[in-house]
T-cell receptor
Framework: DSGVTQTPKHLITATGQRVTLRCSPR?????VYWYQQSLDQGLQFLIH???????AKGNILERFSAQQFPDLHSELNLSSLELGDSALYFC???????????FGNGTRLTVT | TQLLEQSPQFLSIQEGENLTVYCNSS?????LQWYRQEPGEGPVLLVT?????EVKKLKRLTFQFGDARKDSSLHITAAQPGDTGLYLC???????????????FGQGTILTVHP
């Protein structure tokens, strides 16, 4: 158990809809990272938050947004969903930006 | 754009055999990490290598970082069925150092070890 909690585990929704994925980092970890894992693209970095502030962006679509709240949990919002957004979405946390990552078990999103 | 090419993509071997997984890039990374991922779970960090030429051992697993910090290998000795899983290499930042968390992942190697 990595200590990183992601909810929900599975999400099935229709094209055009909006969903919110939630991540609770390990106790004491200030950094939260979001990754997307798909069969064709592999694991791709989306975005990094540190203590509530956005620190780095990767290949994150404009339809996607994230935030980290004062209690350090984070949410990834995906809107105007397309079939191609179906993937596993992982959250990872670390104490600092130079510390190893601890990944949650992911949210499997299926867009139909 | 930094890319990591991992090979082979699939590896199916018998228990007791040795294997090597390669991770190559044209870019220099400040560090390289190896992860193992099992179905339904997130990747779990096995090792981080930071120095060019560095070799780290974790029981039957040996990890090496290339001298130029562009490539890495994972060697497993006497593989066991419990080693079955998806192995991922991931590079952090470019030369000069940056966040360990903003990783560029290889496509992964699916290893199956048959009893």
């Amino acid at each position: 158990d990595s200590g990183v909690t992601q909810t929900p585990k599975h999400l099935i929704t229709a094209t055009g809809q909006r969903v919110t994925l939630r991540c609770s980092p390990r106790s004491g970890d200030l950094s939260v990272y979001w990754y997307q894992q798909s069969l064709d693209q592999g694991l791709q970095f989306l975005i990094h938050y540190y203590n509530g502030e956005e620190r780095a962006k990767g290949n994150i679509l404009e339809r996607f947004s994230a935030q980290q709240f004062p209690d350090l949990h984070s949410e990834l919002n995906l809107s105007s969903l397309e079939l191609g957004d179906s993937a596993l979405y992982f959250c990872a946390s670390s104490v600092t930006r130079l510390s190893p990552l601890h990944f949650g078990n992911g949210t499997r999103l299926t867009v139909t | 754009t930094q890319l990591l090419e991992q090979s082979p993509q699939f590896l199916s071997i018998q228990e007791g055999e040795n294997l090597t997984v390669y991770c190559n890039s044209s870019s220099v990374f400040s560090s390289l990490q190896w992860y193992r991922q099992e179905p339904g779970e997130g990747p779990v960090l096995l090792v981080t290598v930071v120095t060019g030429g560095e070799v780290k051992k974790l029981k039957r697993l040996t990890f090496q970082f290339g001298d130029a910090r562009k490539d890495s290998s994972l060697h497993i000795t006497a593989a066991q069925p419990g080693d079955t899983g998806l192995y991922l290499c991931a590079g952090a930042g470019s030369a000069g150092g940056t966040s360990y968390g903003k990783l560029t992942f290889g496509q992964g190697t699916i290893l199956t070890v048959h009893p």
